[in-house]
């Protein structure tokens, strides 16, 4: 454990296992490395791994098969999803250019795609701003506010639900109509509670010898924030990005919350229930529509899976 | 002598002055986004769920009524019937899976990254298109019918989906499919922080690896078997996105799919009942509270002991 204030009141959960390895260069999550073998333990070991194997791969062809089976279908035709054919005999992707072309998706993927951005770009800037302050200015009550912040986390989104709806359908003060806005949607997720947790544990595992020095050439606190901690913390920061960008793209809650009935503003996961409401049986295109869901989430995560992993963990501490 | 010392104390005072206020003025906004999107709506729901309130405001005080109608309410009780019994059968297996495949990833084998990314990456799909993927998979004429038909050697027909006896089974399955993964991230957390002393110890004790993690590993994943339990009922009393993909948000076949979050947003949003849809998020709150702080209890003992 890094030292800290309060740090010696949280319990070495997950979380903060997690944000700390995110700080090494390492694997996160890697695994324990195995203990010494003892003479005559060989055998025992090879069968141990033999079983280990076994298991993984049957796993991993329960989990997988779901997968290829809505890409292949999303390779065939209507009539031949009846079959049990694997691999579809002529395939082709009618299915995607029909999603795309006749179901709007196009405008789904940009609203995603829009939606996330600017969510991804908001909780960068503050998540880092606010947890530089909570792990390295003093101030009175920093300890307090803290811990409210982490409190934020025990209030469930259902019970934000009916304040957030009428604060949205006519703000008090400022009369503001927000419900069926991207404005509304962003304003209700500037940063998040977990974001602002996880950079300030990074900061917290950055030594002071680099603020020290940029004082000492009388650098303020914004710009030591942005010249000195911002290209210490790449990997939080990498994490921060890409927990809000997946957060943010399978979001059902609250889109449908703020967006439904304005089909214009859809995401691609209200897209995807519309669909699935008004043409249900259409499997070709309803899968076609779902892989367009997830693949690009899953190209984040094929190359920045250290991040997304260390990312995920730290994030538990949302509950 | 003296005076500099003086000048010195004040601007070592100013120079705090400033760190606290440039410090207030950087958690600002965040702060300020959480109160009034939190911790506002926190005690405005506690407010409300004590009023009649519909889509005008405020139509009449009804105390402690909203909460009474609650638990007389069949489609509540339904609705938390369901949810409980998606809790109980979702967490044991979660949990026992995400172990599991956290122990299997622990080892020290080839391409283990890789299978933990597999593992993982259910989790990461969004609920839309995996329960999509799932409606799919579970129709009459889906996959697993296949698979049971030709194992039966008949054509078989069941619309998991659509029969009100199966449906809250295909979510409970459909999640504990896509979730476990995360489950397996925080036990690897968990596994990596215990000492490698211990299990060299256990080695030259000449203990056999079964025993070893019935022993040894099981018992030092205390605070992660506390953990995972606590955020996988959270995310299961939680049950929201999958209930209403699946049933169009009408919590059907029969109320078999409805859940105490369905219940909430259709009361909240279709009836226009926000005290009585407040009150309800308040019953959710005090059992999500009270298991967290529960968890916070736990934790402390398992910490000193």
């Known amino acids: ?319 | 002598m003296a005076t500099r010392a003086r000048t010195d104390e004040k601007t070592l005072g100013s120079e705090k002055l400033r760190e606290a206020l440039v410090g207030y003025g950087f958690i600002l906004l965040p702060l300020a986004s959480f109160f009034v999107f939190s911790i506002y709506p926190l005690i405005y729901a506690l407010y409300i769920s004590y009023f009649d309130w519909g889509a005008l405001g405020k139509i009449d005080n009804v105390g402690f009524g909203n909460y009474r109608e609650i638990f007389d309410d069949f489609l509540f009780r339904k609705a938390l019937k369901n949810t409980l019994l998606y809790t109980a059968v979702v967490v044991p297996c979660q949990m026992a899976l995400g172990l599991s495949m956290a122990v299997i990833v622990n080892q020290a084998l080839r391409a283990r990254t890789f299978f933990r990314a597999a593992f993982y990456f259910p989790s990461l799909a969004s609920s839309a298109a995996i329960t999509a993927i799932a409606l799919y998979l579970l129709s009459s004429d889906g996959l697993l019918n296949s698979i049971i038909g030709s194992v039966r050697g008949e054509t078989y027909a069941h619309s998991w989906f659509g029969e009100s006896s199966t449906a809250l089974q295909s979510i409970m399955g459909l999640n504990i499919w896509t979730t476990s993964g995360t489950m397996m991230l925080f036990y690897l957390a968990s596994l990596q922080s215990i000492s490698t002393d211990v299990y060299e110890a256990a080695a030259i004790d000449g203990a056999g690896s079964w025993r070893t993690f019935w022993k040894i590993t099981f018992p030092l994943l205390k605070p992660g078997h506390f953990f995972v339990a606590v955020i996988s009922v959270i995310g299961s009393l939680q049950i929201f996105d999958q209930a209403f993909f699946v049933s169009g948000g009408g919590g059907g076949p029969n109320y078999s799919t409805m859940t105490i979050v369905l219940y909430l947003y259709n009361t909240a949003i279709n009836e226009v009942r926000f005290g009585y849809a407040s009150a309800v998020g308040i019953v959710l709150f005090v059992i999500i509270f009270t298991l967290t702080l529960g968890q916070r209890l736990l934790f402390g003992r398992a910490e000193s002991a």
């Open chain 1, 1 to 319: 454990m890094t030292t800290g204030d309060s740090e010696s009141r949280l319990p070495p959960v997950p979380p903060v296992v997690a944000a700390e390895q995110l700080a090494l260069e390492g694997e996160t999550a890697a695994g324990t490395p195995p203990p010494p073998s003892l003479p005559g333990r060989e055998r025992a070991d090879t069968v141990r791994r033999i079983l280990a194997y076994v298991g993984l791969i049957l796993i991993s062809i329960l989990f997988f098969v779901p997968f290829l089976w809505s890409i292949s279908t999303s390779l065939k035709s209507l009539p031949e999803t009846a079959g049990f054919n694997f691999l579809p005999a002529h395939p082709s992707f009618r299915a995607y250019d029909s999603a795309i072309t006749s179901f709007n998706f196009k405008r789904y993927f940009a609203n995603s795609v829009f939606l996330a951005t600017v969510v991804t770009m908001t909780n960068l800037f503050l998540s880092s701003l606010g947890g530089y302050a909570f792990a390295r200015l003093r101030f009175p009550g920093r300890e307090l506010l803290f811990m409210l912040v982490l409190g934020t986390l025990m209030i469930p989104n259902e019970l934000r639900l009916v304040p957030i709806f009428q604060m949205l359908t006519d703000s008090p003060v400022f009369h503001l109509h927000l419900i069926g806005t991207y404005q509304g949607y962003f304003l209700i997720n500037l940063v998040g509670a977990t974001t602002l947790f996880l950079m300030r544990q990074y900061f917290l595992t950055i030594p002071k010898d680099y603020e020290e020095a940029a004082k000492l050439d009388g650098a303020g606190y914004f710009k030591t924030y942005r010249r000195v901690m911002l290209p210490l913390a790449g990997p939080a920061l990498a994490a921060v990005t890409i927990l809000t960008f997946q957060g943010t793209w399978n979001d059902f809650f609250w889109p449908l919350i703020i967006f439904l009935g304005d089909e214009s503003k859809y995401t691609l996961p209200l897209g995807l229930f519309q669909f699935r409401t008004q043409y249900q049986t259409l499997w070709p295109q309803l899968m076609a529509a779902s892989v367009i869901a997830i693949v690009p989430i899953a190209l984040i995560y094929v190359f920045f899976q250290r991040y997304f992993i260390a990312g995920v963990t730290a994030a538990g501490v949302k509950g």
